[in-house]
Protein backbone atom coordinates (compact mmCIF):
# COMPACT_ATOMS: atom_id res chain seq x y z
CA UNK A 1 0.00 0.00 0.00
CA UNK A 2 1.30 3.67 -1.15
CA UNK A 3 1.41 6.10 1.51
CA UNK A 4 -1.26 7.90 -0.11
CA UNK A 5 -3.38 4.90 0.15
CA UNK A 6 -2.82 4.49 3.31
CA UNK A 7 -3.58 8.23 4.18
CA UNK A 8 -6.98 7.45 2.55
CA UNK A 9 -7.87 3.70 4.02
CA UNK A 10 -7.85 6.11 7.50
CA UNK A 11 -9.25 9.13 6.75
CA UNK A 12 -12.73 9.66 8.14
CA UNK A 13 -14.88 10.19 5.19
CA UNK A 14 -18.90 11.01 4.45
CA UNK A 15 -20.53 9.04 0.81
CA UNK A 16 -23.26 10.51 -0.33
CA UNK A 17 -23.94 8.88 -3.83
CA UNK A 18 -24.12 4.73 -2.71
CA UNK A 19 -26.94 2.46 -3.36
CA UNK A 20 -28.69 0.21 -0.99
CA UNK A 21 -28.43 -3.08 -3.17
CA UNK A 22 -25.63 -1.98 -5.21
CA UNK A 23 -23.64 -2.12 -1.98
CA UNK A 24 -23.81 -5.82 -1.37
CA UNK A 25 -20.81 -7.37 -1.08
CA UNK A 26 -20.31 -10.81 -1.64
CA UNK A 27 -19.81 -11.62 1.80
CA UNK A 28 -23.10 -10.21 2.21
CA UNK A 29 -24.83 -11.69 -0.89
CA UNK A 30 -23.38 -15.19 0.48
CA UNK A 31 -25.02 -14.79 3.55
CA UNK A 32 -28.72 -13.70 1.94
CA UNK A 33 -28.42 -16.76 -0.86
CA UNK A 34 -27.73 -18.96 2.54
CA UNK A 35 -31.16 -17.48 3.89
CA UNK A 36 -32.76 -18.84 0.45
CA UNK A 37 -31.15 -22.05 -0.57
CA UNK A 38 -33.40 -22.18 -3.45
CA UNK A 39 -32.08 -19.62 -5.06
CA UNK A 40 -29.67 -19.70 -8.21
CA UNK A 41 -26.65 -17.81 -6.65
CA UNK A 42 -23.93 -19.02 -5.26
CA UNK A 43 -23.63 -19.61 -1.55
CA UNK A 44 -19.17 -19.99 -1.40
CA UNK A 45 -17.70 -16.32 -1.30
CA UNK A 46 -14.88 -17.52 -4.02
CA UNK A 47 -17.77 -18.66 -6.34
CA UNK A 48 -19.63 -15.25 -5.62
CA UNK A 49 -16.41 -13.32 -6.69
CA UNK A 50 -16.35 -15.54 -10.17
CA UNK A 51 -20.10 -14.92 -10.21
CA UNK A 52 -19.31 -10.97 -9.77
CA UNK A 53 -16.99 -10.72 -12.34
CA UNK A 54 -19.33 -9.27 -14.92
CA UNK A 55 -18.81 -9.94 -18.83
CA UNK A 56 -20.89 -6.73 -19.79
CA UNK A 57 -23.48 -4.61 -19.06
CA UNK A 58 -26.02 -7.19 -19.46
CA UNK A 59 -24.36 -9.57 -17.42
CA UNK A 60 -24.18 -7.03 -14.40
CA UNK A 61 -27.80 -6.33 -14.92
CA UNK A 62 -28.44 -10.14 -14.79
CA UNK A 63 -26.71 -9.93 -11.89
CA UNK A 64 -27.73 -7.42 -10.12
CA UNK A 65 -31.15 -8.69 -10.46
CA UNK A 66 -30.49 -11.94 -9.07
CA UNK A 67 -29.44 -10.13 -5.88
CA UNK A 68 -32.60 -8.10 -5.94
CA UNK A 69 -34.64 -11.35 -5.81
CA UNK A 70 -32.47 -12.02 -2.93
CA UNK A 71 -34.35 -9.59 -0.73
CA UNK A 72 -37.94 -11.41 0.04
CA UNK A 73 -38.63 -10.16 3.55
CA UNK A 74 -38.10 -7.82 6.17
CA UNK A 75 -34.81 -9.12 8.14
CA UNK A 76 -33.31 -9.47 4.58
CA UNK A 77 -33.89 -5.97 3.97
CA UNK A 78 -32.43 -5.80 7.81
CA UNK A 79 -29.48 -7.76 7.32
CA UNK A 80 -28.42 -6.47 4.27
CA UNK A 81 -28.47 -2.20 5.63
CA UNK A 82 -26.35 -3.56 8.93
CA UNK A 83 -24.02 -5.19 6.31
CA UNK A 84 -23.71 -2.60 3.83
CA UNK A 85 -22.45 -0.41 7.24
CA UNK A 86 -20.19 -3.02 8.60
CA UNK A 87 -18.36 -2.69 5.19
CA UNK A 88 -18.16 0.77 5.29
CA UNK A 89 -16.99 1.18 8.75
CA UNK A 90 -13.89 -0.91 7.08
CA UNK A 91 -13.15 1.97 4.90
CA UNK A 92 -13.75 4.58 7.96
CA UNK A 93 -16.94 5.98 6.19
CA UNK A 94 -18.75 8.23 9.22
CA UNK A 95 -21.55 8.91 7.42
CA UNK A 96 -23.33 7.74 4.27
CA UNK A 97 -26.81 8.87 2.92
CA UNK A 98 -27.85 5.58 1.49
CA UNK A 99 -30.19 5.88 -1.73
CA UNK A 100 -32.72 2.86 -0.68
CA UNK A 101 -35.38 2.16 -3.26
CA UNK A 102 -38.75 1.14 -1.01
CA UNK A 103 -40.55 0.29 -4.62
CA UNK A 104 -38.18 -2.53 -5.46
CA UNK A 105 -39.41 -4.27 -1.90
CA UNK A 106 -42.83 -3.43 -1.72
CA UNK A 107 -43.35 -4.45 -5.32
CA UNK A 108 -42.20 -7.97 -3.81
CA UNK A 109 -44.76 -7.98 -1.31
CA UNK A 110 -42.57 -6.99 1.47
CA UNK A 111 -45.12 -4.35 3.37
CA UNK A 112 -43.95 -0.51 3.07
CA UNK A 113 -44.08 -0.31 7.19
CA UNK A 114 -41.98 -3.28 7.34
CA UNK A 115 -39.57 -2.13 5.15
CA UNK A 116 -38.94 1.35 6.91
CA UNK A 117 -39.08 -0.46 10.07
CA UNK A 118 -36.18 -2.70 8.85
CA UNK A 119 -33.92 0.38 7.47
CA UNK A 120 -34.22 2.10 10.39
CA UNK A 121 -33.81 -0.51 13.16
CA UNK A 122 -30.49 -1.76 11.10
CA UNK A 123 -29.38 2.15 11.03
CA UNK A 124 -29.74 2.50 15.16
CA UNK A 125 -28.15 -0.86 15.17
CA UNK A 126 -25.48 0.96 13.01
CA UNK A 127 -24.69 4.16 14.59
CA UNK A 128 -24.47 2.87 17.79
CA UNK A 129 -22.33 -0.76 17.49
CA UNK A 130 -20.27 0.31 13.64
CA UNK A 131 -19.84 4.10 14.49
CA UNK A 132 -21.72 4.88 10.90
CA UNK A 133 -24.32 7.27 10.76
CA UNK A 134 -27.08 6.16 8.01
CA UNK A 135 -29.20 8.64 6.19
CA UNK A 136 -31.62 7.81 3.63
CA UNK A 137 -32.15 8.90 0.17
CA UNK A 138 -35.68 7.46 -1.29
CA UNK A 139 -35.37 6.66 -5.15
CA UNK A 140 -38.02 6.50 -7.76
CA UNK A 141 -36.52 3.75 -10.04
CA UNK A 142 -37.30 5.83 -13.10
CA UNK A 143 -37.94 2.69 -15.31
CA UNK A 144 -40.99 1.45 -13.62
CA UNK A 145 -42.42 4.62 -14.09
CA UNK A 146 -45.11 6.96 -12.64
CA UNK A 147 -46.53 4.03 -10.66
CA UNK A 148 -43.46 3.89 -9.01
CA UNK A 149 -42.96 7.71 -8.29
CA UNK A 150 -46.52 7.76 -6.34
CA UNK A 151 -45.59 4.89 -4.75
CA UNK A 152 -42.47 6.02 -3.86
CA UNK A 153 -43.62 9.71 -2.66
CA UNK A 154 -46.47 7.83 -0.59
CA UNK A 155 -43.76 5.80 1.42
CA UNK A 156 -41.22 9.02 1.69
CA UNK A 157 -44.23 11.51 2.70
CA UNK A 158 -46.19 8.95 4.89
CA UNK A 159 -43.66 7.21 6.86
CA UNK A 160 -41.46 9.79 7.29
CA UNK A 161 -38.72 7.53 8.51
CA UNK A 162 -36.50 9.34 11.11
CA UNK A 163 -33.29 8.38 9.12
CA UNK A 164 -34.80 10.37 5.48
CA UNK A 165 -33.16 13.41 4.65
CA UNK A 166 -33.71 13.09 0.82
CA UNK A 167 -35.87 12.42 -2.36
CA UNK A 168 -34.09 11.16 -5.83
CA UNK A 169 -34.46 9.75 -8.70
CA UNK A 170 -32.60 6.83 -10.77
CA UNK A 171 -32.47 4.34 -13.14
CA UNK A 172 -32.15 4.80 -17.17
CA UNK A 173 -32.44 8.42 -18.34
CA UNK A 174 -32.86 7.64 -22.04
CA UNK A 175 -36.44 7.31 -22.89
CA UNK A 176 -37.18 8.19 -19.22
CA UNK A 177 -37.58 12.02 -18.89
CA UNK A 178 -37.29 13.85 -15.64
CA UNK A 179 -39.87 16.41 -15.84
CA UNK A 180 -42.83 13.90 -15.62
CA UNK A 181 -41.20 13.61 -11.70
CA UNK A 182 -42.03 16.83 -10.80
CA UNK A 183 -45.09 16.96 -9.10
CA UNK A 184 -43.58 13.52 -6.85
CA UNK A 185 -40.40 16.16 -5.95
CA UNK A 186 -42.62 18.74 -5.29
CA UNK A 187 -44.64 16.85 -2.51
CA UNK A 188 -41.37 15.25 -0.98
CA UNK A 189 -40.17 18.75 -1.02
CA UNK A 190 -43.03 20.10 0.88
CA UNK A 191 -41.92 17.55 3.34
CA UNK A 192 -38.68 19.35 4.08
CA UNK A 193 -37.34 16.64 1.84
CA UNK A 194 -34.24 17.67 -0.32
CA UNK A 195 -33.85 16.77 -4.23
CA UNK A 196 -31.10 14.54 -5.32
CA UNK A 197 -31.41 13.08 -8.57
CA UNK A 198 -29.55 11.38 -11.26
CA UNK A 199 -28.96 13.26 -14.59
CA UNK A 200 -26.58 13.93 -17.23
CA UNK A 201 -24.97 10.24 -16.88
CA UNK A 202 -25.93 8.51 -20.02
CA UNK A 203 -27.92 12.08 -21.19
CA UNK A 204 -26.93 15.15 -22.20
CA UNK A 205 -26.63 18.37 -20.29
CA UNK A 206 -30.03 19.26 -20.88
CA UNK A 207 -31.35 16.70 -18.31
CA UNK A 208 -29.18 18.44 -15.73
CA UNK A 209 -30.83 21.21 -16.48
CA UNK A 210 -34.44 19.77 -16.43
CA UNK A 211 -33.35 18.35 -12.79
CA UNK A 212 -32.28 21.72 -11.78
CA UNK A 213 -34.95 23.62 -13.15
CA UNK A 214 -38.08 20.99 -12.98
CA UNK A 215 -37.09 18.52 -9.71
CA UNK A 216 -35.09 21.83 -7.74
CA UNK A 217 -31.93 19.61 -7.56
CA UNK A 218 -29.88 20.54 -4.47
CA UNK A 219 -27.14 17.96 -6.01
CA UNK A 220 -26.29 16.05 -9.09
CA UNK A 221 -25.87 12.38 -9.19
CA UNK A 222 -22.85 12.08 -11.68
CA UNK A 223 -24.03 15.28 -14.13
CA UNK A 224 -21.15 13.80 -16.14
CA UNK A 225 -22.48 15.36 -19.35
CA UNK A 226 -22.38 18.92 -17.85
CA UNK A 227 -19.13 19.71 -19.32
CA UNK A 228 -20.33 19.47 -22.49
CA UNK A 229 -21.93 22.92 -21.41
CA UNK A 230 -20.14 25.75 -20.09
CA UNK A 231 -23.47 27.89 -19.00
CA UNK A 232 -24.55 24.88 -17.15
CA UNK A 233 -20.63 24.45 -15.41
CA UNK A 234 -21.39 27.86 -14.47
CA UNK A 235 -24.36 27.75 -12.96
CA UNK A 236 -23.39 24.76 -11.05
CA UNK A 237 -20.39 26.92 -9.65
CA UNK A 238 -22.46 29.74 -9.03
CA UNK A 239 -25.45 28.40 -6.82
CA UNK A 240 -22.74 25.99 -5.50
CA UNK A 241 -24.86 22.56 -6.71
CA UNK A 242 -22.32 19.37 -6.10
CA UNK A 243 -22.04 16.94 -8.56
CA UNK A 244 -21.69 13.35 -6.40
CA UNK A 245 -18.83 11.84 -9.23
CA UNK A 246 -18.32 8.29 -8.70
CA UNK A 247 -15.15 7.32 -11.47
CA UNK A 248 -15.22 3.71 -11.88
CA UNK A 249 -19.15 3.36 -12.26
CA UNK A 250 -18.84 6.09 -14.78
CA UNK A 251 -16.28 2.99 -16.71
CA UNK A 252 -18.26 0.33 -15.76
CA UNK A 253 -21.83 2.11 -17.14
CA UNK A 254 -19.31 3.55 -19.98
CA UNK A 255 -20.50 6.96 -19.34
CA UNK A 256 -17.30 7.75 -19.77
CA UNK A 257 -14.76 5.50 -22.44
CA UNK A 258 -11.59 5.62 -19.75
CA UNK A 259 -10.46 7.13 -16.24
CA UNK A 260 -8.25 9.09 -17.94
CA UNK A 261 -10.73 11.02 -20.07
CA UNK A 262 -12.97 11.13 -16.93
CA UNK A 263 -14.23 14.96 -16.64
CA UNK A 264 -13.14 15.30 -13.12
CA UNK A 265 -10.79 17.55 -13.37
CA UNK A 266 -12.47 20.15 -16.00
CA UNK A 267 -15.49 20.46 -12.97
CA UNK A 268 -12.98 21.13 -10.32
CA UNK A 269 -11.03 23.27 -12.70
CA UNK A 270 -14.63 24.96 -13.39
CA UNK A 271 -15.23 25.82 -9.93
CA UNK A 272 -17.55 23.23 -9.63
CA UNK A 273 -17.72 21.47 -6.03
CA UNK A 274 -17.49 17.83 -6.81
CA UNK A 275 -17.65 14.84 -3.93
CA UNK A 276 -16.43 11.58 -4.92
CA UNK A 277 -18.48 8.19 -4.75
CA UNK A 278 -18.36 4.46 -5.21
CA UNK A 279 -22.22 4.17 -6.66
CA UNK A 280 -22.10 0.28 -6.71
CA UNK A 281 -19.48 -0.38 -5.04
CA UNK A 282 -19.21 -4.33 -5.32
CA UNK A 283 -20.60 -4.26 -8.59
CA UNK A 284 -18.56 -2.10 -9.86
CA UNK A 285 -15.42 -3.70 -8.20
CA UNK A 286 -14.24 -0.79 -5.93
CA UNK A 287 -14.85 1.03 -3.00
CA UNK A 288 -14.63 4.44 -1.86
CA UNK A 289 -11.05 4.05 -1.21
CA UNK A 290 -10.38 3.14 -4.16
CA UNK A 291 -12.80 6.03 -5.79
CA UNK A 292 -10.53 8.46 -4.11
CA UNK A 293 -7.17 6.74 -4.66
CA UNK A 294 -8.16 7.54 -8.45
CA UNK A 295 -9.59 10.90 -7.68
CA UNK A 296 -5.92 11.65 -5.99
CA UNK A 297 -4.60 10.71 -9.77
CA UNK A 298 -6.85 12.36 -11.60
CA UNK A 299 -6.71 15.39 -9.78
CA UNK A 300 -3.31 15.53 -8.88
CA UNK A 301 -4.01 16.15 -4.95
CA UNK A 302 -1.70 14.89 -2.00
CA UNK A 303 -3.13 14.38 1.45
CA UNK A 304 -4.26 18.28 2.43
CA UNK A 305 -6.04 17.96 -1.33
CA UNK A 306 -7.61 15.06 -0.28
CA UNK A 307 -8.52 15.92 3.25
CA UNK A 308 -10.67 18.76 1.49
CA UNK A 309 -12.25 16.62 -1.01
CA UNK A 310 -13.56 14.35 2.24
CA UNK A 311 -14.35 18.02 3.62
CA UNK A 312 -16.74 18.29 0.06
CA UNK A 313 -18.58 15.24 1.50
CA UNK A 314 -19.22 16.56 4.88
CA UNK A 315 -19.66 20.30 3.82
CA UNK A 316 -22.87 19.42 1.12
CA UNK A 317 -24.02 16.54 2.99
CA UNK A 318 -27.74 16.78 4.74
CA UNK A 319 -26.14 16.58 8.25
CA UNK A 320 -26.94 18.99 10.95
CA UNK A 321 -24.63 21.68 11.02
CA UNK A 322 -23.00 20.16 15.06
CA UNK A 323 -22.38 16.97 13.19
CA UNK A 324 -20.64 18.80 10.45
CA UNK A 325 -18.60 20.56 12.10
CA UNK A 326 -17.70 17.40 14.53
CA UNK A 327 -16.55 15.07 11.21
CA UNK A 328 -14.56 18.19 9.27
CA UNK A 329 -12.86 18.23 12.68
CA UNK A 330 -11.83 14.58 13.16
CA UNK A 331 -10.69 15.21 9.15
CA UNK A 332 -8.40 18.05 10.19
CA UNK A 333 -6.93 16.17 13.17
CA UNK A 334 -6.45 13.03 11.21
CA UNK A 335 -4.92 15.13 8.63
CA UNK A 336 -2.37 17.38 10.79
CA UNK A 337 -1.39 14.13 12.85
CA UNK A 338 0.04 12.40 9.62
CA UNK A 339 3.70 12.08 9.44
CA UNK A 340 4.97 13.75 6.67
ZN1 LIG B 1 -26.32 6.03 -8.68
Partial sequence: ???????????????????????????????????????KVPTDPEALVDYFTFRDFAHFVEVYLSVVDLIRDAEDVRLLTYEVARDMARQNIRYAELTVTPYSSTR??????????AIEDARKSAESELGVALRWC?????????????????????????????????????????PQFKPYFDRALAEGLHSVP???????PE????????LRAERIGHGTSSVRDPKLLAHLAEHRIPLE??????????????LDEHPVKDMVAAGVLVTINSDDPPMFGTDLNTEYGVAARLL?????????????AVEVSFMDAPAKARLAAEIDAYTASWPR
Fill in 1 to 39: MSDLDAFIAGLPKAELHVHHVGSASPRIVAELAARHPDS
Fill in 108 to 117: RGIPDAAFVE
Fill in 138 to 178: FDIPGEAGLEAAEETARIACGLKPEGLVSFGLGGPEIGVPR
Fill in 198 to 204: HAGETTG
Fill in 207 to 214: TVWDALTE
Fill in 245 to 258: VCPTSNIATRAVRT
Fill in 300 to 312: ELDEEGLAALAKN
